[in-house]
C-alpha cells in the first residue's frame, strides 16, 4: 500500500484547509485509515480515525467540532476538512492505514496556520 498526502499549505487561523490522501496498492486490505500529526518537539498524535466499510469515525478531543473525516471508496482517497484552523494545528500531517498484521504511512504534508 502506498500512500500519498496533499493539500497542505499556510492558511490564517480561523480558515480552511483539506487534506487529502491518495491510497494506491492492495487498497482491499486496509481495515481503517487516519491522519496523525506531529508539531516540533512533540509526539505524533493520532487526529483522526475512519475505520473501512463500518464507517465509524473517531476524533482527538482537540479537534472534535471542527475536523471531518471521510473516504472516496471509489477513488481510494481519504480526506481531512479542517475547519476553525488554530495555530496550534500547526504541524506534518501523515495519512495512516491499517491492515490486518501492517501498518503504513505517507511522507506527510505541513499544515500552518498562523495567527
Known amino acids: 500500500v502506498q500512500l500519498v498526502e496533499s493539500g497542505g499549505g499556510l492558511v490564517q487561523a480561523g480558515g480552511s484547509l483539506r487534506l487529502s490522501c491518495a491510497a494506491s496498492g492492495s487498497t482491499f486490505s486496509i481495515k481503517a485509515m487516519g491522519w496523525y500529526r506531529q508539531a516540533p518537539g512533540k509526539q505524533r498524535e493520532l487526529v483522526a480515525l475512519i475505520i473501512i466499510g463500518g464507517g465509524y469515525t473517531n476524533y482527538a478531543d482537540s479537534v472534535k467540532g471542527r475536523f471531518t473525516i471521510s473516504r472516496d471508496n471509489a477513488k481510494n482517497t481519504m480526506y481531512l476538512e479542517m475547519n476553525s484552523l488554530k495555530p496550534e494545528d500547526t504541524a506534518v500531517y501523515y495519512c495512516?492505514?491499517?491492515?490486518?498484521?501492517?501498518?503504513?504511512w505517507g511522507q506527510g504534508t505541513q499544515v500552518t496556520v498562523s495567527s
Open positions: 495512516y492505514a491499517k491492515e490486518l498484521w501492517s501498518n503504513y
